[in-house]
């Protein structure tokens, strides 16, 4: 009969066993994901770097099509020549530049070899309401040289759009889809040319290049999976010198 006590006890004990094993699985799983992303965003920020050292490279060398393999030449300089269209520009929301509110200037941009592309002209100030358009400088009508970086399409700043003159909302492909228009599947940060009204005064940024949070996360996660491996034993411990003392 004092047998029964110990005997109902089991199953309790077992579940909870089996509780800190799960958690402790799953904070190593967390460990593991948070590891992996802080060496995916080293190889990126790796490859970002070497890309920025790069001499520039003339943008007819980047070929065209939905086949053309653009990732190898993001965020690589480039140059080239065309014409500006101010009537096809987007405002890209919800952007910030040393604290005040503003948005991203693209415009569409007439490659010499017949090409469209969109050019981020850089940040430009909020009006002071909703009703107020902010001031933009006007894009040269003739033709120009510009030198930028190149962008994918995917790598937008997240935020939301707005077309001048037709409103409209989406990314640069979806744009081009409801307009009737066409475009590479990349676009440029634009960083200067052949006119000096085309530096932009506040030019899209590139993205800080730091390790982040990443593996400190891992560790605590490897913490959290020792604190339940050890909370555990502490319980189970207890639960043997109180036998002890019955």
Not at 72 to 79: D, G, I, L, Q, Y
Not at 208 to 235: K, M, N, T
Request: charged fraction near 20%; charge should be positive.
């Amino acid at each position: 009969m004092s047998n029964r006590p110990d005997k109902a006890r089991e199953p309790l004990a077992f579940f909870k066993s089996l509780t800190a094993l799960i958690l402790v699985a799953l904070c190593l799983w967390a460990a593991q994901w948070q590891f992996q992303r802080g060496i995916d965003r080293q190889d990126r920020n790796s490859l970002i770097e070497s890309q920025l050292t790069l001499s520039a490279l003339n943008i007819a060398k980047i070929s065209s099509g939905e086949s053309a393999d653009i990732a190898p030449f993001e965020w690589r300089t480039v140059t080239a020549s065309g014409k500006f269209n101010s009537d096809q520009q987007i405002l890209l929301k919800n952007r910030y530049f040393e604290g005040v509110y503003g948005y991203e200037v693209l415009t569409r941009f007439e490659l010499s070899d017949g090409r469209f592309i969109w050019v981020d002209r850089g940040w430009v100030k909020a009006g002071k309401d909703a009703q107020t358009a902010p001031q933009i400088t006007a894009a040269p009508e003739e033709q120009v040289s510009i030198v930028g970086r190149v962008r994918l399409d995917k790598s937008l700043p997240v935020g939301a759009f707005f077309a001048l003159p037709n409103s409209g909302a989406g990314m640069i492909s979806k744009l081009n889809a409801q307009t009737g228009s066409a475009s590479e599947g990349f676009y440029l940060d634009l960083i200067s040319g052949s006119v000096s009204s085309l530096t932009p005064n506040a030019p899209a940024q590139v993205p800080e290049l730091s390790d982040g949070p990443h593996l400190a996360y891992s560790f605590q996660w490897i913490f959290f999976a020792g604190l339940f491996i050890y909370g555990r034993i502490l319980i189970r411990r207890g639960q043997i010198l109180t036998r002890k003392e019955l």
